[in-house]
């Protein structure tokens, strides 16, 4: 997995790309963990991301309720069919914005 995180003006993009399984789940977690609650927005880039495990997904929910404390929300973009299918069926799809 290869992991990128830039903040711009104040809206966090994460871009994972590869294979987010168990093994990488937690450079991810701690990546994410790293993300200030006070902010607005979160967008993790997916677009080329080809699995996603359910400990990244645990990561995902832990910093959505931070953000939301503060009224800060995550979007998701680019996941591929199998990606968004992992939110369908997990219901993440009623948590996040998936674009």
Not at 36 to 58: M, N, Y
Not at 73 to 85: L, M, P, S
């Amino acid at each position: 997995m290869k992991l990128e995180v830039e903040n711009s003006n104040g809206v966090y993009t994460v871009k994972a790309s590869g294979c987010l399984d168990t093994a990488a789940a937690a450079e991810f977690a701690k990546a994410v963990d790293a993300i200030p609650s006070d902010i607005g927005k979160v967008q993790f880039d997916f677009s080329d991301l080809e699995f996603i495990a359910s400990s990244a997904l645990r990561a995902m929910v832990t910093l959505g309720k931070r953000l939301a404390s503060s009224g800060g929300a995550i979007e998701v973009t680019g996941a591929n069919e199998f990606v968004r299918d992992v939110f369908e069926m997990t219901g993440l799809v009623e948590v996040f914005t998936i674009r």
